[in-house]
């Protein structure tokens, strides 16, 4: 017998209605067709924190890789999973309606999800569905209804007590370590619910973005131009210090907005937020809004021409130089100085 | 087509504003600070215009939700292009726990009454930063979303199809009509949006226009939408400050104090 259904009979003498008698988490597992992503087991340990039995949903039109990986994870007690050609591109209209029929079966008390792409997409729709505000992106949990979160770009945080009965929550996955995994071999349920067929919303296909680099919120180290660079061919300088460092390569707003490099890589508070080890800042001058996206990394390092260009307010090392000197100089120094 | 669009356009602080703390930790300073249209809902009043400038709609309804000042905002919007707008009266005190959901139900009760067929909003607003209400007016009126909008091509049999923005590129979808879009920074490039000193100069006339432009007032209660807080702000901080860092001298101080720190 495992472990949920353990606590399941524990709490069953005290309570008559069963389904409702104690406080579990739902967290709907970020995932690709091919793999589990970081940032599901990052929101795994958000939900650790709160303090409840965990459930994990794996829902899309390709699971098994998720699931492998998922089944070995210790903190969980439980893996839902529903496979459907028609979660093809997660559409929140679809996704919704699957989330909803787990919802009905088991009272889940707190939903949560990443704050990715996919869940800022469906989560909001799920929570008016059921009637509760949305906790978005939150970056800190203090107990099971007190969270943190931040507001205006990254420039306030603010601690709020939710009044809703289920509290439905997004996670920035920065804030919050993966869980390990480990050997458990978690029970996997397959729900026997069908998604509606959609009528009004048609997945036609995506282009996604290919890269040897590692993903950009989840790497240890990103490398990032702005406006400085002047052209998208100046990139190179970048991606050859990124493929040096094993970094990601990021933009700010301004240098998607010219066209050097796809929208997916922005950093900042409408793009992507990062915290890794080492953020290097190159020809960024570090508007507000790029701040938002990056500023929690562990070690920031800005190399600009202008010695008062902001990024050196929050920068640990400054270096104010022309880039085009100063980036090829390490790109050939820096094997030297790499630990191996 | 002749569509009949509704945009939300939020009243925030300035974008550029630094913004402070306020010394009760339940809030930050409004009072006395610039503010302007969300950003985000500047793209989306543009591109509801540009259909219009296309004939694919017949009508633009702008509604911004809050304080009296919102009025403002809204002025702004008809200045733009929209052909009327909606002022919903929140009091300052319901507007700090005003959350997406309420904003929502507001949005979703215009929609029906004024029998609109393509709800246009920011994807999120740069004070509170949630990416919520465009998800949840569609929701509430069982319609189709298409977030993080990047460009919207109504086809000839009543279709839409939506680039979408998301982690790792761009999807495409496509769409029945009525639906609710939410716009990212990319779908257009406002008029005004960034010089409205030239806007005065250049369109005296669409401001003056813009005067005569009725601005219709109602209150959440004449839409039967509950406003009772859903969260309550135990403190509002600022965040941590980042030490000052140091400035290196050269490529070889900076690569060796990175060898220090264990960072390469």
Known sequence: ?340 | MSLRILVGCKRVIDYAVKIHVRPDNKGVVTQGVKHSMNPFDEIAVEEAVRMKEKKLASEILAISIGPQASQDTLRTALAMGCDKALHVNVDEKSFETLVPLQVSKILAKVAQQEKIDLVILGKQAIDDDCNATAQMTAALLNWPQATNASKIEPKDDGKVLVTREIDGGLEYVEYKLPLVVSADLRLNEPRYATLPNIMVKKHPLNLLKAKKKPIDKKTPKDLDVDLTPRMEIITVQEPAKREAGTKVADVDELLTKLKEAGRI
């Open chain 1, 1 to 340: 017998m495992n472990r949920y259904s353990t606590i399941l009979r524990r709490c069953l003498p005290r309570f008559s209605s069963s389904s409702a008698c104690f406080n579990s988490t739902l967290v709907i597992a970020d995932h690709t067709e091919e793999a589990l992503l970081p940032l599901a087991l990052r929101t795994i340990t958000a939900a650790k924190q709160i303090g409840n039995p965990i459930t994990c949903l794996v829902a899309g039109p390709k699971i098994d890789a998720a699931v492998e990986t998922l089944k070995k994870v210790d903190d969980i007690e439980k893996i839902l999973t529903v496979e459907s050609d028609q979660l093809k591109g997660w559409l929140p209209e679809v996704m919704t309606d699957v989330v909803l029929n787990a919802q009905k079966q088991f009272n889940f008390t707190h939903i949560m999800s990443g704050a990715s792409s996919t869940g800022k997409n469906f989560a909001p729709r799920l929570a008016s569905l059921l009637d509760v505000s949305l906790i978005s992106d939150i970056v800190g949990i203090k107990n099971s209804e007190t969270f943190l979160r931040t507001i205006y770009a990254g420039n306030a945080t603010m601690e709020l007590k939710s009044l809703d009965k289920i509290k439905l929550i997004t996670v920035r996955g920065t804030a919050f370590d993966p869980v390990s995994i480990g050997s458990a071999n978690v029970a996997v349920e397959k729900l026997s619910i069908e998604a509606n067929a959609q009528e009004n919303v048609k997945w036609i296909n995506s282009e996604l973005t290919k890269s040897e680099r590692p993903e950009l919120t989840a790497a240890s180290r990103v490398v990032a131009g702005g406006r400085g660079m002047k052209s998208g061919e100046n990139f190179k300088l970048l991606y050859d210090l990124a493929d040096k460092l094993n970094a990601a390569v990021g933009a700010s707003r301004a240098a998607v907005d010219a066209g050097f490099v796809s929208n997916d890589l922005q950093v900042g508070q409408t793009g992507k937020i990062v915290a890794p080890e080492l953020y290097v800042a190159i020809g960024i001058s570090g508007a507000i809004q790029h701040l938002a996206g990056m500023k929690d990394s562990k070690t920031i390092v800005a190399i600009n021409k202008d010695p008062d260009a902001p990024i050196f307010q929050v920068a640990d090392l400054g270096l104010v130089a022309d880039l085009f000197k100063a980036v090829p100089e390490i790109n050939e120094k820096i094997d030297k100085y790499m630990s191996k």
